[in-house]
T-cell receptor
Framework: AQSVTQLGSHVSVSEGALVLLRCNYS??????LFWYVQYPNQGLQLLLK??????LVKGINGFEAEFKKSETSFHLTKPSAHMSDAAEYFC??????????????FGKGTHLIIQP | GAVVSQHPSWVICKSGTSVKIECRSL??????MFWYRQFPKQSLMLMAT?????????EQGVEKDKFLINHASLTLSTLTVTSAHPEDSSFYIC????????????FGPGTRLTVL
């Protein structure tokens, strides 16, 4: 079984400061890992994904994440926060099945607040 | 590319009635679609996996007779909430997997269901 733990239901940073959102996973097989962003009353937008290639993954909007197997972590970072980054962020894990990635298991989400 | 739509975007119905939600892949063929449920300010929970031309696979605890899923074509999956009750009120989100990009799902914008 897979599980995802996101540390901190709310994270507040100042505009221009470093953003760090934490994600730890548990998986019985090599995982595929994802970060999604959700704005109010909208669906999910993929920020980035790890699928067993490079451990440092770069995504959209200046976000990146590093897969660390020894720490079972996949933390999301952005060097300089922007007001438009305020949203809900979800870390997710999927298994690989014969037909491709399975349905996702999501963490509880982290609400990112940007202080002006 | 890889756009997923849902219809309706929101629906209000009376208790005891049935509601159908459509999920369409607009510019690609999706052999697999997933249905998720999101309660207010909570994470997404996978309800079922829908494969074109076959019966859906439901996650543990999801009532298959209450949440009917049909995936009759490569671009359309439907979720019917039968005999809806207020506790079924939620945000329902579908995603579709592109055959050529097997390790990624594309999410629809979601459907807000309110049962009175």
């Amino acid at each position: 079984a897979q599980s995802v733990t996101q540390l901190g239901s709310h994270v507040s940073v100042s505009e221009g400061a470093l953003v760090l959102l934490r994600c730890n996973y548990s998986s019985s097989v090599p995982p595929y890992l994802f970060w999604y962003v959700q704005y109010p009353n909208q669906g999910l937008q993929l920020l980035l994904k790890y699928t067993s290639a490079a451990t440092l993954v770069k995504g959209i909007n200046g976000f990146e994440a590093e897969f660390k197997k020894s720490e079972t972590s996949f933390h999301l970072t952005k060097p300089s926060a922007h007001m438009s980054d305020a949203a809900e962020y979800f870390c997710a894990v999927s298994r690989y099945s014969g037909g491709g990635a399975d349905g996702l298991t999501f963490g509880k989400g982290t609400h990112l607040i940007i202080q002006p | 590319g890889a756009v997923v739509s849902q219809h309706p975007s929101w629906v209000i119905c009376k208790s005891g009635t049935s509601v159908k939600i459509e999920c369409r892949s607009l510019d690609f063929q999706a052999t697999t679609m997933f249905w998720y449920r999101q309660f207010p300010k909570q994470s997404l929970m996978l309800m079922a996996t829908s494969n074109e031309g076959s019966k859906a696979t439901y996650e543990q605890g999801v009532e298959k007779d209450k949440f009917l899923i049909n995936h009759a074509s490569l671009t359309l999956s439907t979720l019917t909430v039968t005999s809806a009750h207020p506790e079924d009120s939620s945000f329902y989100i579908c995603s579709a997997r592109v055959l050529a990009v097997y390790n990624e799902q594309f999410f629809g914008p979601g459907t807000r269901l309110t049962v009175l």
